[in-house]
């Protein structure tokens, strides 16, 4: 038996008062949470047991606490959010102040994995607040620990770092071993995000020795599972399994249900990035079946989606589309946004392999209308999360001054000075953030015309702005022509190498057709390979000469960096017509003559070009 868990029983048997028994069965229960969540479990039994026998409020209050932190870490979520909402009250009620300001902010944490995150942040906030009113120090850095987390997952990198370091060298100073890991690992993960893998992977592998030492076999496996999320990340998956496949043992060790799902979800993944389809989707579905059981709908939804992608790699078309149909119902039911576009998404692709174009369409609108309707409420969530944290600091501010008054008036007129400084300068934040969000709105306004994968124009802009070219042209007599560039050979592409292959060459020939042109040319993704180049005031002959170039440009280009045996080229058809009654009629002049390049061998530019710079 662990020795710290035999010194607290030995003094659990000479404690005779009633608040020093419980004082020790919670100091009991967080270390047995840890790692021994059954053991855990009994010890909330018995101080519920204790402080009904002993008619002790504050007993029981403890115990709901401890027992709604219980549910938190099993993923009981609803059972969590009851005991914790119980607890508070009790323990406000009793006078029991620090842990009152415990169930504060484990009603944070369960709101943040709800995905609530401003009512998440206004518990974290509150707990901020009243543990820096009563001098709890462990209380403060749970709360700035939360803050920063909610800030991570809003995109708010600066602001989560900076209240994870405030976070990190409170629990330093107070000792506080299991938590400082915690923090440790959550910074890493922004290291992830932001691109500094060797940073995360240091960061992981700090906070595993704190765990490793402390025997917290559960932060152990969450350790183990961000180093193969960093190696993942990296694209060295067969490193990335073998850290997965320890957390795994862990888990099973455990009977930690949560973390093995979560493992067997992150195998899939490798699995699946490996090209093993059919061993990916046993993982997927051990995965779902412990997510099912659990309950938690998002784990649910997250693999159900890998699975419909999964078999629509293996050709399995119709039962991706009753997986993806699937996950898009449920995903609609509980109202989950982010689901709901990658579903859509995925539908759009595998009806697009499987050409039925009106339903790939449906799909792609669905999901770009729920993309911009994503970004709008995630910018004004950021926003509202900067403003809260300035509210927080100033009302914190302002208690200090008044508590300075009380004391030494002479000294709280010079705090007052410093004070309205403070306030200069925080009008002078607030209009910094007030410009951010007019940069954000601009940001939303460009992604709105912009294809997200290619970043070139999307078929949307170009609609609009050929319309408007085309009208010009018509007006003041000027040449305009068009092009239509398809990728040759590309479901091939996709087949042989990958669709993540097949989306870089995507996003290679968007970026080679960018800089091909000239200021007053433009260039848009106009559905799956297929892309369009408008020459505005340039006549056929002009145009020809560019795309010749261009596809040249194409087909010399190094490929090989992206795989030894890749070879790109694409076909192009040219259209100048002045006589065509619309911009619609011009396009398809151009795809006509598209057609007519790739029935002639493709890897060329139509009408020829031979006699202009030369052909295939």
């Known amino acids: 038996m662990n020795p710290t868990v035999q010194a607290l029983e030995a003094q659990l048997r000479q404690t005779q008062t009633i608040p020093e028994k419980f004082v020790l069965l919670d100091r009991l229960y967080r270390f047995l949470s840890l790692s021994y969540p059954q053991q855990a479990r009994q010890i909330v039994e018995e101080m519920l047991i204790l402080s009904q026998k002993a008619a002790y409020p504050a007993g029981r209050g403890l115990a709901l606490k401890n027992l709604g932190d219980y549910h938190l870490r099993q993923g009981h979520l609803p059972a ?14 009793v006078g029991e102040t620090a842990a009152e300001i415990e169930a504060q902010n484990a009603l944070g944490s369960f709101y943040y994995l709800q995905g609530q995150f401003p009512k998440a942040l206004e518990y974290y906030l509150e707990a901020l607040e009243e543990s820096r009113k009563y001098g709890f120090k462990l209380q403060e850095s749970s709360a700035l620990h939360g803050i920063g987390l909610v800030q991570h997952t809003l995109g708010n990198y600066p602001e989560a770092t900076k209240y994870l370091l405030r976070s990190l060298a409170l629990k330093r100073e107070s000792g506080d071993r299991p938590s400082e890991s915690d923090v440790l690992n959550d910074l890493g993960l922004i290291y992830l995000e932001v691109g500094d893998h060797a940073g995360a992977a240091e960061l992981f592998r700090e906070s595993l020795s704190i765990k490793q030492a402390l025997g917290d076999h559960h932060g152990e496996a ?13 694209g060295r998956i067969q490193e990335a399994l073998h850290y997965h496949r320890q957390a795994l043992e862990m888990a099973d060790s455990l009977g930690s249900l949560q973390i093995k799902a979560l493992c067997l979800e992150n195998q899939g993944l490798c699995q699946a990035r490996l090209g093993h389809l059919e061993q990916a989707l046993e993982l997927f579905q051990a995965a779902m079946a412990l997510y099912q059981e659990l309950h938690s709908r998002p784990g649910e939804l997250r693999v159900l989606l890998q699975v419909g992608l999964a078999q629509s790699r293996l050709e399995q078309s119709e039962n991706a589309i009753h997986s993806l ?18 579903f859509h998404q995925a539908l759009s692709q595998v009806f697009e392999q499987t050409h039925k174009p009106a339903l790939a369409l449906h799909h792609l609108k669905q999901a770009l209308e729920i993309e911009r309707k994503l970004q709008q409420e995630q910018q004004t969530q950021r926003t509202a999360a900067l403003l809260a944290g300035f509210q927080v600091e100033k009302a914190r501010q302002e208690a200090e001054i008044e508590r300075l008054r009380n004391i030494e008036l002479a000294r709280a007129n010079r705090e007052l000075a410093q004070a309205i400084e403070n306030l200069k300068e925080a009008d002078a934040e607030k209009t910094r953030l007030l410009e951010m969000l007019r940069r954000q709105s601009k940001e939303l306004e460009r992604l709105a015309r912009q294809d997200p994968l290619t970043r070139l124009y999307n078929r949307r802009y170009l609609e609009e702005n050929l319309e408007r070219e085309f009208a010009a042209s018509k007006r003041y007599g000027f040449p305009l022509s068009v092009a239509m560039v398809d990728i040759d050979h590309f479901k091939q592409i996709n087949d042989t190498f990958s669709h993540q292959v097949g989306d870089d060459v995507l996003r290679l020939v968007g970026q080679i057709l960018e800089s091909s042109c000239r200021g007053v040319d433009f260039a848009a993704r106009y559905g799956g390979e297929e892309f369009v180049l408008v020459f505005p005031q340039t006549d056929l002959t002009g145009a020809l000469i560019a795309c010749e170039r261009l596809r040249q440009r194409i087909e010399n280009h190094r490929w090989g960096d992206l795989h030894p045996q890749l070879r790109v080229t694409v076909s192009i058809g040219v259209c100048s017509d002045p006589d065509l009654p619309n911009h619609e009629k011009l396009l398809a002049a151009a795809d006509a003559q598209l057609y007519a390049a790739k029935q002639a061998g493709r890897n060329r530019v139509y009408p020829q070009a031979h006699n202009l710079v030369g052909g295939p």
């Open 80 to 93: 969590a959010q009851g005991c914790l909402e119980e607890a508070r009250a009790i323990l406000r009620k």
């Open 222 to 234: 969450s350790a183990l599972s961000s180093l193969g999320l960093t190696f993942y990340r990296l």
């Open 325 to 342: 149909q699937q996950g898009l119902s449920r995903a609609e039911k509980l109202g989950l946004q982010k689901a709901l576009f990658e």
